[in-house]
T-cell receptor, first 114, second 108 residues
Framework: GAVVSQHPSRVICKSGTSVKIECRSL??????MFWYRQFPKQSLMLMAT?????????EQGVEKDKFLINHASLTLSTLTVTSAHPEDSSFYIC??????????FGPGTRLLVL | QKEVEQNSGPLSVPEGAIASLNCTYS??????FFWYRQYSGKSPELIMS????GDKEDGRFTAQLNKASQYVSLLIRDSQPSDSATYLC????????FGAGTRLTVKP
């Protein structure tokens, strides 16, 4: 199957700082990338969808000014959590899809905001 | 009404038994359905996708789709302890919409 990587795998930051998470498709061109968030003992919730070169489409209730998404190339999307607060602590997972509908998930980034 | 609903379990089966996982979805026009497995602390991994009514088999896994009943299921034959995980049903609707997941434990 296709490989998607995320970096970093784990990050701890102070409240008020910004954190950038990278998502890369390693062996295919991802026309669409998705960002999900998973709180403990809950399922994954879609945050936003991004197409290369276009503005991201955010789900209802997700603040676009807080969660900045850039999809500058067919293999890279970034999610920046701006002015992070403890309630933003979560497991952030990206996925990517190419010509097929199937989404391939990255390993996830665990964010802890102190 | 939630878009995708699953029985959260937990579901426990003995090793070698058949595990049956069920899922219903609310949007009648949905076309693409997926089962993912998620181990604790890890991201989901794809088990199967299904698009047409009927059964789709892949090794020990069989997905069943009934669009009239808006129902998707996953059967795991010859369950192994390594199958113990949370199983997520998902519908692709401009991004995956996941159910809450069913926690499966396979006891040796």
């Amino acid at each position: 199957g296709a490989v998607v990587s995320q970096h970093p795998s784990r990050v701890i930051c102070k409240s008020g700082t910004s954190v950038k998470i990278e998502c890369r498709s390693l062996d295919f061109q991802a026309t669409t990338m998705f960002w999900y968030r998973q709180f403990p003992k809950q399922s994954l919730m879609l945050m936003a969808t991004s197409n290369e070169g276009s503005k991201a489409t955010y789900e209802q209730g997700v603040e676009k000014d807080k969660f900045l998404i850039n999809h500058a190339s067919l293999t890279l999307s970034t999610l920046t959590v701006t002015s992070a607060h403890p309630e933003d602590s979560s497991f952030y997972i990206c996925s990517a899809s190419g010509s097929e509908e199937t989404q391939y998930f990255g390993p996830g980034t665990r964010l802890l905001v102190l | 009404q939630k878009e995708v609903e699953q029985n959260s379990g937990p579901l426990s089966v003995p090793e070698g038994a058949i595990a049956s996982l069920n899922c219903t979805y609310s949007d009648r026009v949905s076309q693409s359905f997926f089962w993912y497995r998620q181990y604790s602390g890890k991201s989901p991994e794809l088990i199967m996708s299904i698009y047409s009514n009927g059964d789709k088999e892949d090794g020990r896994f069989t997905a069943q789709l009934n669009k009239a009943s808006q129902y998707v299921s996953l059967l795991i034959r010859d369950s192994q302890p390594s199958d113990s995980a949370t199983y997520l049903c998902a519908v692709n609707d401009r991004g995956m919409r996941f159910g809450a997941g069913t926690r499966l434990t396979v006891k040796p």
